[in-house]
């Protein structure tokens, strides 16, 4: 029998496929008694199993639609739920037709890329970025613009240099590609001055803006800013939002807000994806969003994720060397610190070793760079492992010297 | 402010995106009185609705996990529980790294397609045959072989000058697509004889074959063929099933076994594409499997869709022309049928005044033909339904004339 030649039968995409580097890292997190800071992952001691569970009485009483195929779009009940609940943060009740549910903010991602995106293309993203959108947006073939970040967020000064440099050099620009709050792995939030300047960026480039927010609702301090899609009447913002990080990332319910021919365009991506996100998933949702679990729960979340941000900061300012650089987040899951000429992969090793798993910075960074840097998430630990994790971390380091 | 043109901003794939042609049907099935043969929907009067809503019991048991973001190939119960109620149709026990959890075998498709396709290269596919894989492959940027079939499936002895005409042409071929039990819409079923052959040939042209079995276990009469999967062992076989016509699609779970390196290749793309399948969904249809549910209620499914498929079967005797040609399947969805020098274009239009639905051939045709068919779904509607959307089928034919 003639061998399979595989290599020759792979798709060129899928021959030069990495895995996504998180995922990669999953097999050390498993290891015992390793204190994880890895994932970005919500706390699981934290799920509201009981009320999740029990929403499982809509599929008794609207079983036949729930256990059967649905809407590319989305189960209504849910897309009703969603649009009243965001409407103060999208400026205005949205239409259905601007509403797709996703099977997780990955999706969403995915799809935008499939409506836009020409292999070669390019994205601007920021640097650093969430790893899992490389990887998304590398599958669809596309490219990378990469922009600093700051406290404030992308540092949107360089955006025009940037983009007259690609299309001086050939290349075509899609979109912008920025998580505005609390930002994976940065921790920063886009100041909302820079959220104008980057719609005005947007509008004089000819670009779609996908503004990303799995995070807007955890903020722990301050008060929230604008989303851009509320500042942008041209219907070029797309936004994003999921219920992983406020409700479980395990149900993969997210949605995309935009204009009406960008969602008709991933809805029919979609219909070759998954025909439909996971009616039962959605069901539950919308029954747990409805009898007012998500808006009572939301800020238990949110003060017991504060209470361990607090904790990862004190813990980092007991152990960290002095030369370690970072600011503590307002919200989210993530603080990011640079050690100053440490190499963050050789550091990983050394972590393994003690005991305390994180991402090394290069991860986050499309074109390279951040290679002292590394993130490490606060909400899936308990606060005695942050602690402890902490001193591990400082260990870690020391052992580099 | 500057116009939003999204003309040039859409991807070239995307802008010569159609709906699926059967999720377009959709909007006159909703009309009320309306019979519907369209869809390939499952009967949602026997969805288990209880017994299915009783598993999510399990995620008061195993809430951390199944909330929890999860493995991208799948939750492990639920692989254990498909590798070993498969292994007879497999012919052994495959290994966890042989089998990927999709959300529905729609996304199998779309990521087997993803690992295989580079853009302009060809699927073999049957003529007819499933609108949503042609658009699932088209999307993936796929071009087609089209072979005829008859009352044993494929022809597989025209596939070598099919494929020996595609190499002269220049064309890359990748991968043979075969619906192979009561095939949608043809409702054939690929002969032993034929899938012997159909390997043979996909050996000598170094191909993979994707066997697509979503209607295996749906067999009315005789007994079953054996898979093709089982018949090889070269690895060539990728085999995808799907618990949406055998419990409920709205659970979006599927799967697909086949070659570790293609299996690995498909669980980087999924990475990208949803991170993993809704784990409450998994673990739910892992609980209901694990329950015995799934083993008890398969046959109650098939005497209740055997019963569906002779009434139709009485009825189209009954009341259609003598010119239509059209025959009994033993398993699966739909009858096939074809009135020979109508256009069911047009018939659908006088289907819809008459109050019956159904799915016009050319929807089949990944590169035209079929004009004269067309697929009757008989698991949708009820047994008056059955007999009466035929009456009234017979009729909207006497209106052609």
Known sequence: ????????????????????PIRELMSYIKQPGMISFAGGNPDPRIFPIT??????????RDGKTALQYGAT?????????????????????????????????????DLLCAALINPGECVVVEAPTYPGAIHTMRNRGAEFITIPCDADGMKIDMLP???????????????????????????????SERR?????????????????DPYGHLRYDGIHE?????????????????????????ARVAWVTGHPDIVRKMVMVKQGADMCTSLVAQA?????????????????????????????????ARYLPSDAEYSVP?????????????DTRELFKKGIERGVAFVNGSAFYANGGGEDYLRACFTFATQDELDEGARRLSLAIADMN
Request: aromatic share 12%.
């Open 226 to 250: 604008p989303t851009m899609f509320s500042m942008d009447d041209s219907g070029r913002v797309v936004y994003a939002c999921s219920f992983s990080k406020i409700l479980a990332p395990g």
């Open 284 to 316: 539950m949702v919308a029954q747990y969003c409805t009898d007012g679990c998500m808006d009572s729960f939301l800020p238990k979340i949110v003060s017991h994720y504060r209470a361990k941000r607090d904790v990862m900061a004190s813990a980092f």
């Open 196 to 212: 104008g300047k980057l719609l005005k960026v947007a509008e004089d480039y000819g670009l779609i803006v996908f503004e990303d």
């Open 330 to 342: 307002a919200g989210g899951f993530f603080f990011w610190i640079r050690v100053p000429g440490i």
């Open 51 to 60: 009320e999740f569970a029990q929403s499982a009485k809509i599929l008794e």
């Open 161 to 191: 240099e940037a983009l007259n440099d690609a299309r001086s050099a050939g290349r075509v620009v899609k979109f912008i590609y920025s998580i505005v709050n609390f930002q994976n792995p940065s921790g920063s939030t886009l100041s």
């Open 73 to 109: 779009d989305g189960y209504e009940p849910l897309k009703d739920f969603v649009a009243n609940w965001m409407a103060p943060r999208m400026g205005r009740l949205t239409k259905p037709e601007e509403l797709i549910i996703t099977s997780g903010s990955q999706q969403g991602m």
């Open 1 to 20: 029998m003639s061998q399979l030649d595989l290599g020759s039968l792979f798709s060129d995409r899928a021959n030069s496929m990495k895995p996504s």
